[in-house]
């Protein structure tokens, strides 16, 4: 007898039946000796403020400049979801100053998981929103860095590239606003842009970007809104963090002084991790 398989649409404002049909969720939040599970969704939840740069309700947070008043348009807050999907649970704001920021990295900065060359696969996927895709006023980073990422100066002043740092996920670039680029790098490499898909963003909507890591397979894939982005990316690519220990990071940084308050809004996110055996 042929085996049926059913799975929902990839149109949806949850989680990617692509990315995640096959991911053992339930097995691995059971065994941590078979992987790891974790998702957080705020849309539901109530409002809290976290203070700048202080290791607080499971993350790390680092402001600057006038990115370090915490409230609802500056720093990093949550918001309550009253407009649906769009108005995000969770909004990172960089304020308005040329250069100022604001960053936050789940498990208070420390290590999530690792993608091994072999070992183990892995999915990423988050529900964001860009308050702007005009060129010039702002950059935006969703992905895995390394532990304590967060800092001055993780996205460049000005905008150029990111910090020499372990990083794979995706990035909203200053010179090209309503594009998505899939980015990766290392502490010892330049950051590569992966692929750059054009026109696939729309201001302050919510966007699902996701990543599923192969690890028998050794490819990296790129997802947006449930579809596949570009070919399968070999991670023996030079400079990717293959190896590397990582966990969920998000960024906003304002580039053009005095434009409306860059912003970048969460309503969740999730990753999983299945070790082989």
């Known amino acids: 007898m ?14 990617s039946p692509e990315i995640w049909a096959e991911f053992p969720i339930l097995e691995c939040m059971m065994d941590p000796e078979r ?4 998702h957080e969704d705020w849309r539901h939840q109530n409002p809290i403020a976290l203070n700048k740069d202080v290791d607080q309700d499971g993350y790390a947070v680092y402001t600057v400049n006038d990115a370090a008043t915490i409230g609802a348009s500056v720093g990093v807050a ?8 769009n108005a995000a649970a969770w909004t990172l704001a960089a304020g308005t100053s ?5 960053s936050m990295q789940w498990n208070n900065g420390g290590v999530c998981c690792e993608m091994d060359d072999g070992l183990s696969d892995l999915c990423f996927e988050a529900s964001v929103y860009f308050s702007s895709i005009t060129n010039g006023d702002g950059v935006f ?3 895995l860095a390394e532990e304590d990422a967060p800092q001055n100066s993780l996205v460049v002043d ?9 990083f794979v996920g995706f990035m909203v670039q200053a010179d090209d606003g309503d594009s998505l680029d899939a980015v990766y790098g290392t502490a010892a490499a330049t950051p590569t842009v992966d692929g750059t898909y054009g026109t696939a963003l729309v201001a302050s909507t919510a966007v699902r970007v996701g990543m599923r890591y ?3 397979k050794k490819v990296l894939q790129y997802f947006i809104n449930g579809t596949q982005l570009g070919d399968d990316l070999p991670i023996s690519t030079s400079g990717f963090p293959d190896g590397e220990e990582l966990s969920p990071l998000f960024a906003v ?12 809004g969460i309503n969740w996110w999730r990753i999983g991790q299945k070790y082989y055996d």
């Open 2 to 15: 042929n085996k049926v398989e059913y799975r929902g649409a990839n149109s949806g404002a949850g989680p």
């Open 78 to 85: 949550k918001t309550t979801n009253t407009a649906g999907l």
């Open 253 to 264: 940084k304002c580039i053009n002084a005095g434009v409306t308050t860059q912003k970048l």
């Open 158 to 166: 000005d905008g150029a590239t990111i910090a020499a740092i372990d």
């Open 214 to 216: 192969h690890g028998q």
């Open 98 to 102: 040329d250069n100022s920021e604001a």
């Open 141 to 143: 980073l969703v992905g």
């Open 35 to 38: 992987g790891l599970f974790y």
